[in-house]
């Protein structure tokens, strides 16, 4: 999705950085509100012998693809344009 605004803004007419840096700045809260989700939600988990491992995975997971999505993504978008 920040592809897309980052493409639509630049349909527009915004610069290439600039397009970059407001599509993470809208897709930021979405990302975070939902990692925040299910890391909170699964947090409970952690504590059962059974599902302990398998919660700690999915927070971790959740986490660092947010973490790639809104720094990593943007800026191989903003280098592959740039070329």
Same mark, same amino acid.
């Given at each position: 999705?920040?592809? /897309?605004? %980052? *493409? /639509? =803004? *630049? *349909? *527009?007419? =915004?610069? $290439?950085? /600039? +397009?970059?840096?407001e599509a993470g700045a809208?897709?930021?809260?979405?990302? $975070? $509100? +939902?990692? $925040?989700?299910?890391?909170l939600g699964t947090a409970i988990m952690v504590q059962y012998a059974v599902f302990g491992g398998l919660a700690i995975a999915l927070i971790s997971g959740s986490i660092?693809?947010?973490?790639? %999505?809104?720094?990593?993504?943007?800026l191989l978008y903003q280098r592959m344009m740039k070329n």
């Open positions: 999705m920040i592809i /897309d605004f %980052a *493409q /639509d =803004y *630049q *349909q *527009q007419g =915004y610069d $290439l950085v /600039d +397009t970059v840096r809208i897709r930021l809260r979405p990302i $975070l $509100l +939902t990692t $925040l989700a299910i890391a660092s693809s947010a973490i790639f %999505a809104v720094f990593i993504i943007p």
